[in-house]
């Protein structure tokens, strides 16, 4: 429908939400208090038409229509009177299902959903193309973020190399409170008071949601298909309080990164914490902040940072997608950019290579050392510094932090195997990965 | 013209460019290395159709068929086969009429040119709205990075508050330098052996590159007109290498800042070197690089970083802005968001406050502080820290570094106005603002 306004067409554009949780309440609230100026911007007016609750009793952080609220997917995937649905569900199942019956029924699609997207993005941005329809994403990956517009639009010249984020903000949190002398379970109870972390933290701490969104970020920047299966993800369980503070003293911190290369054997992808360097751009990201380098042929270096989620940053995105949609459906026009242009291999991971930190507790007697180095030379694995720790002289334990030379995954994961059959070794190690 | 690829439409849209520069060879360089893929991934290919150059026997960095040379503006904005034009000779005469004629005459304009958009911006995007044309202008900031349509498009449900940018190159890599030793002089001469600097740098040291470049995102940000000459700006021509060093005892870094906020009276913008503490996000942007920071009421502090110059990272804006007007003219779309939304005044900068340093030197005998700290009383200037560096004994002199508390502009300047008249301070004295 449109209006008439200043003279100029201001065209309506009726919306149906999916959801109206902390991401859903924060953009209806959005569009109400700002949506007079958004249309006098774009010449374009959002209506909400729908809004689909699981419980319309429920007490929400903004003032719905209750005549609007449904618990019936239907009676929003199905009202031909909607141009553009607003999924923000979250999660893959049912909402994958309702975002292709939107798409497949002819509406646009805007969704803040990364596992979704992470796994059906491909299939699901081919259907939006075939039905002439847009399907926008920019709140799935960090946030006020705008990076997949940046890596969709903005670098599009570029041939993009290599992606380092910090991208997961509650394992972000933990680990800036671990640098600060917490430990772990302290850190995690701190985020859960303060609402980063859920109850259920493991899709945050084990490294499955950054492993969503660098999936997105990689097949966006590459160009190329990399499903979530095929990154290795590690989370960040088993780092310790002195993990940190070993590598404060080389000049480290330690952050989940989520890091992509692509080279000419194809696309390494990873999320795994990592020990980077206190002058690395990504060393200063602290907190619930997240940041993006990507480094492309043209534009050499370039960072986004911000905050990658909460319900403001992430309903500043919904809209700037949802004026994005209206800005080409007031001429029917969709954005088809191409994203899957190579078929490039996604490179098992134990090929790859790395410098490594090795923490090991061992029995405090002569000769473990040379045992455990012997190992990692048979390996073909050369140790750039050795450090012995002392712990509790009582137990005979000491602790030994050992970094590498740049050595093969699947070589050190081997020597870290039969380094821990060695009956001077102690459980309670550590392995992760250092950015050079 | 349409061609058929694929059995999709593939339109070709054909170019006219004015300059073939650093920037105009790199971005025609970049279309014939990538346009094939280009073309594939926007469905649109762009053909260069006439090129305006000074010396068509000049060499360049890029081979251009000699036939689409040309030294006559004319043969280039009256060729109605031209669909849109490159305007890349910068400097405001005569870019901005060229731009002004290429858009009255219906065609689309892409350009990098800073003082053109900063002058003349406003008045040449309601053209373009008038004409119904495309007026891009991506890579007048920046470079590489994508800050303009960062600001017209992902921030657009932003109430944006305040920027802080680190802007113009040359200065920061002379900045960089002399952080780290070097004065004045012969970090400016390095900069101009790089490139980085010109012949006669007077428009980057005195900070007036800046200065447009901080126009055109204050008006894009706050959805007002802030024109360059209401941006005060000073150069940093009189900072001397101590300055760095008293800075860095004090916890650091001298930047040339670039600086707008919006409040209750209006807009305050002002480039000027500035103390910013070494924590500070903008702390760490060293020699050529540039860094934006946007606070906006929805996604609180966001940052964008990389390098603002150069012919590959500005082709690389460039061509994402010839993608984005292929996209708009696949359907005859143009990008017709809001620019100038509120009348916001400028603040007078004289009634802006800041924390101030003030490097005096003054004869080093007894009462002389008396005399300083009592001006300042006078003045209603609060002192905060003072500290009293010996120079050289034999000479009589030494040199009094003060920090105020908040402290209004136009009393500041009264002030030092009057403490240069005492017959006890010496001439070279620095006056700098400090950023919280």
Same mark, same amino acid.
């Given at each position: 429908?449109?209006?008439?306004?200043?003279?100029?067409?201001?065209?309506?554009?009726? %919306?149906?939400?999916?959801?109206?949780?902390?991401? *859903?309440?924060?953009?209806?609230?959005?569009?109400?208090?700002?949506?007079?100026?958004?249309?006098?911007?774009?010449?374009?007016?959002?209506?909400?038409?729908?809004?689909?609750?699981?419980?319309?009793?429920?007490?929400?952080?903004?003032?719905?229509?209750? $005549?609007?609220?449904?618990?019936?997917?239907?009676?929003?995937?199905?009202?031909? $009177?909607?141009?553009?649905?607003?999924? %923000?569900?979250?999660?893959?199942?049912?909402?994958?299902? !309702? +975002?292709?019956?939107?798409?497949?029924?002819?509406? =646009?699609?805007?969704?803040?959903?990364?596992?979704?997207?992470?796994?059906?993005?491909?299939?699901?941005?081919? /259907?939006?193309?075939?039905?002439?329809?847009?399907?926008?994403?920019?709140?799935?990956?960090?946030?006020?973020?705008? &990076?997949?517009? &940046?890596?969709?639009?903005? %670098?599009?010249?570029?041939?993009?190399?290599?992606?380092?984020? @910090? +991208?997961?903000?509650?394992?972000?949190?933990?680990?800036?409170?671990?640098?600060?002398?917490?430990?772990?379970?302290?850190?995690?109870?701190?985020?859960?008071?303060?609402?980063?972390?859920?109850?259920?933290?493991?899709?945050?701490?084990?490294?499955?949601?950054?492993?969503?969104?660098?999936? +997105?970020? $990689?097949?966006?920047?590459?160009?190329?298909?990399?499903?979530?299966?095929?990154?290795?993800?590690?989370?960040?369980?088993?780092?310790?309080?002195?993990?940190?503070?070993?590598?404060?003293?080389? *000049? !480290?911190?330690?952050? /989940?990164?989520?890091?992509?290369?692509?080279?000419?054997?194809?696309?390494?992808?990873?999320?795994?914490?990592?020990? +980077?360097?206190?002058?690395?751009?990504?060393? $200063?990201?602290?907190?619930?902040?997240?940041?993006?380098?990507?480094?492309?042929?043209?534009?050499?270096?370039?960072?986004? !940072?911000?905050?990658?989620?909460?319900?403001?940053?992430?309903?500043?995105?919904?809209?700037?997608?949802?004026?994005?949609?209206?800005?080409?459906?007031?001429?029917?026009?969709?954005?088809?950019?191409?994203?899957?242009?190579?078929?490039?291999?996604?490179?098992?991971?134990?090929?790859?290579?790395?410098?490594? !930190?090795?923490?090991?507790?061992?029995?405090?007697?002569?000769?473990?050392?040379?045992?455990?180095?012997? @190992?990692?030379?048979?390996?073909?694995?050369?140790?750039?510094?050795?450090?012995? =720790?002392?712990?509790?002289?009582?137990?005979?334990?000491?602790?030994?932090?050992?970094?590498?030379?740049?050595?093969?995954?699947? #070589?050190?994961?081997?020597?870290?195997?039969?380094?821990?059959?060695?009956? &001077? @070794?102690?459980?309670?190690?550590?392995?992760?990965?250092?950015? #050079?």
């Amino acid at each position: 429908m449109n209006l008439s306004r200043g003279g100029e067409q201001i065209k309506r554009i009726n %919306l149906g939400f999916l959801g109206a949780g902390v991401v *859903g309440a924060g953009t209806l609230d959005l569009l109400q208090r700002r949506g007079d100026q958004i249309a006098g911007a774009i010449g374009a007016e959002f209506a909400v038409r729908r809004v689909l609750v699981r419980d319309p009793s429920r007490p929400r952080a903004v003032a719905i229509d209750p $005549s609007l609220l449904t618990t019936d997917a239907s009676a929003v995937l199905d009202d031909p $009177s909607l141009d553009l649905i607003v999924e %923000l569900i979250g999660g893959e199942n049912p909402a994958a299902e !309702y +975002i292709a019956r939107a798409l497949q029924s002819g509406k =646009h699609v805007v969704t803040a959903n990364k596992e979704v997207i992470a796994k059906h993005g491909v299939e699901l941005l081919d /259907l939006a193309n075939r039905r002439n329809v847009n399907l926008f994403f920019e709140a799935s990956v960090g946030g006020g973020i705008p &990076v997949i517009g &940046v890596l969709r639009h903005d %670098l599009i010249a570029n041939e993009i190399t290599s992606l380092r984020a @910090v +991208i997961n903000g509650t394992t972000n949190f933990i680990l800036t409170e671990m640098e600060q002398g917490r430990d772990y379970d302290a850190a995690l109870q701190q985020a859960q008071r303060l609402g980063y972390a859920e109850a259920d933290p493991s899709n945050d701490v084990d490294g499955v949601d950054a492993a969503y969104k660098l999936a +997105i970020l $990689s097949t966006l920047a590459f160009r190329t298909n990399v499903r979530p299966d095929q990154i290795q993800h590690f989370g960040i369980r088993a780092l310790r309080q002195k993990d940190f503070q070993y590598a404060a003293g080389m *000049g !480290y911190v330690i952050k /989940l990164l989520a890091a992509a290369d692509v080279g000419p054997r194809g696309v390494e992808a990873s999320v795994r914490p990592t020990l +980077i360097p206190t002058s690395h751009h990504l060393a $200063s990201v602290k907190g619930v902040f997240n940041a993006v380098l990507i480094d492309g042929d043209q534009i050499d270096q370039f960072m986004l !940072y911000g905050r990658g989620a909460g319900a403001r940053p992430t309903a500043s995105a919904v809209v700037a997608d949802l004026c994005a949609v209206a800005h080409n459906l007031q001429r029917n026009v969709i954005d088809r950019v191409e994203i899957v242009h190579h078929r490039r291999p996604v490179v098992d991971f134990g090929d790859t290579q790395s410098r490594y !930190y090795l923490r090991l507790q061992v029995a405090d007697r002569p000769g473990v050392l040379a045992q455990i180095a012997h @190992v990692l030379g048979e390996n073909q694995i050369s140790i750039a510094s050795v450090m012995q =720790h002392e712990t509790d002289d009582t137990v005979g334990v000491a602790e030994i932090v050992i970094m590498t030379h740049l050595a093969v995954e699947r #070589r050190m994961t081997a020597a870290l195997t039969e380094i821990k059959t060695l009956d &001077v @070794v102690r459980e309670n190690s550590a392995f992760i990965r250092v950015e #050079r």
